[in-house]
């Protein structure tokens, strides 16, 4: 069994406010949590950057892949509204 730790870090340059970032974020996480996925945003004030943390176990690193690839499939449906970054380390 696999832990693995991600971080997304984002980019939301169409967001002009914190309560903009928050139905961005709370949409995102939604999408996550049904993954099996614990999810926490650990973002700062400024609105137009966005850091989640996720946390999911893994049986082999094929799951892992395919996991991180569903991820990014769900970041990929905003269109260019996010840009993204994947970062994740397995334990």
């Not at 069994?1 to 996480?29: D, F």
């Not at 993954?35 to 996720?54: C, H, Q, R, T």
């Not at 996991?67 to 840009?83: D, P, R």
């Amino acid at each position: 069994m696999l832990v693995v730790h991600t971080l997304l870090h984002l980019e939301l340059p169409y967001v002009h406010s914190l309560k903009g970032r928050r139905a961005v974020l709370a949409s995102i996480k939604d999408r996550l949590k049904r993954f099996n996925m614990a999810v926490a945003d650990l973002s700062g004030e400024y609105p137009k950057e966005a850091l989640i943390a996720l946390l999911f176990f893994a049986a082999d690193r094929d799951e892992v892949e395919r996991k991180i690839s569903k991820i990014e499939e769900i970041l990929a449906k905003f269109g260019g509204e996010i840009e993204y970054d994947i970062e994740y380390q397995i334990i």
